[in-house]
């Protein structure tokens, strides 16, 4: 009896799924817990592994399709081969006909080499060298096949980095000349439609209004000059900005509690905990992993689970739990050169800050012209509950606070 490959549950909230990219075809050998097909959900995506080994059988859904949760996808065949040129044909009900004394082949014929395995080229079902499968979804990206990378992995596997590697090493093509005017149809990610829903909702429902400030980064700069090397050879992990501005954060969320509540029909919800979301945006659209109770993490803390969170969100390891919730959201454009933006409310949370590039200016300081590294810092909220002068005043709390660190630790 073949096993059966179900959608899982992936979250609460999650009752269904779309389809992304097969990494295996039908026919093809699978290892158990190896990555078989990518799942989109409204706010990730999955790797979903197989069940057992086996052989691929049959496919139930295409890439595209949806499928709820428990829903059978696939099924694979513990006892099956790879689909080959050595498979028998099925026998077919047929009354046996004369057939003509078979002669000689033809020198035209005998010369055609015969005809690869479906598993070849992909690394199973031939004998070329294993491949990864991040490794091959970057091969198939770059229509390689795993003949042509060299695998420096244990057993000669082919990895992410030797495919990297390749690339580098080929000689670049020269770019088609354009074929004139076109246009090309792509349907939008489950995640993306969701993403394209929540913000105009968040429009339509909430009333946002942006204010905002500059800050000065010189003190910040300093301390991460003076204190980095030791804080990164203590912690394994670098001293960043955004450890800074989430402690700075909810320092000022103390002050405003509104932006840190949300509207739940004509009540509003006040909370004791802060969950900060901080988005990250990659290839799949934009993703929000929350850092559950920021007010209990030390700096170092923040940054491990930053670094860790980001990575895998733009990698798709991230689970959909991590990106449930959140009482208030960070935001860094600078990282793409943003120099100023709105952004927009995540609901059904208040508030959102956003950073912005940090660049070097000349500001007036004990009355003196100096040059310093300053960052434009906007905050979007919900005017519904949050008053102009919470927005105002948030805003300058965080200045303060990233403007003279010290105040973090004295809470002053």
């Known amino acids: 009896m073949p096993v059966e490959l179900k959608v899982p549950e992936v979250g609460e909230s999650v009752t269904a799924v779309e389809i992304g990219r097969w990494l295996k075809r039908e026919g093809d050998v699978v290892r158990k817990d190896e990555t078989v097909v990518e799942l989109e959900t409204d706010k990730a995506t999955l790797e979903l592994p197989a069940p057992a ?83 091959r979804r970057m091969m198939e990206q770059r229509d390689l096949q795993p003949g042509d990378v060299k695998g420096t992995g244990p057993g000669g596997r082919v990895l992410k980095e030797d495919v990297i590697r390749h690339a580098a090493a080929a000689p670049a093509e020269p770019a088609p000349p354009p074929a004139g005017r076109q246009e090309q149809t792509v349907r939008m990610s489950l995640l993306r439609r969701r993403v394209a829903d929540r913000l105009v909702a968040a429009q339509q429902t909430a009333a946002l209004l942006t204010t905002f400030n500059e800050v000065d980064l010189h003190a910040v700069k300093s301390l991460r000059a003076e204190h980095g090397a030791a804080f990164e050879a203590r912690h394994g992990v670098k001293l960043g900005f955004m450890s800074f501005f989430v402690k700075a954060v909810i320092d000022a969320l103390r002050d405003c509690p509104a932006l840190n509540a949300e509207v739940r029909g004509d009540s509003v919800v006040y909370r004791n905990y802060y969950d900060i979301g901080v988005a990250v945006s990659s290839d799949r659209g934009l993703v929000v992993p929350v850092l559950r109770d920021a007010q209990l993490m030390s700096f170092a803390a923040i940054e491990k689970a930053v670094a860790d969170l980001s990575a895998r969100a733009r990698s798709n390891k991230i689970r959909v739990e991590e990106l449930e919730g959140g009482t208030f959201t960070v935001t860094n454009g600078g990282v793409f050169g943003s120099m100023l933006s709105t952004p927009i409310v995540n609901p059904p949370q208040s508030g959102i800050l956003g950073m912005h590039a940090i660049t070097d200016r000349p500001v007036a300081v004990a009355g003196q012209v100096v040059i310093r590294p300053m960052m434009y810092l906007a905050l979007t909220y919900d005017h519904r509950i949050v008053d102009g002068r919470e927005a105002v005043l948030f805003l300058r709390r965080v200045k303060e606070v990233i403007e003279q660190p010290a105040r973090m630790l004295i809470e002053v």
């Open 53 to 135: 080994d086996g052989v691929l059988a049959k496919v139930l859904k295409e890439q595209g399709e949806s499928a709820g949760v428990g829903d059978v996808i696939a099924h694979i065949d513990e006892n099956g081969q790879a689909a080959g040129p050595e498979a028998p044909a099925k026998k077919q009900n047929t009354p046996a006909v004369p057939t003509k004394t078979p002669t000689a082949p033809t020198k035209a014929a005998s010369a055609l080499p015969p005809s690869p395995s479906r598993g070849e080229g992909r690394g199973e079902g031939s004998s070329a060298a294993p491949v990864m499968p991040a490794a």
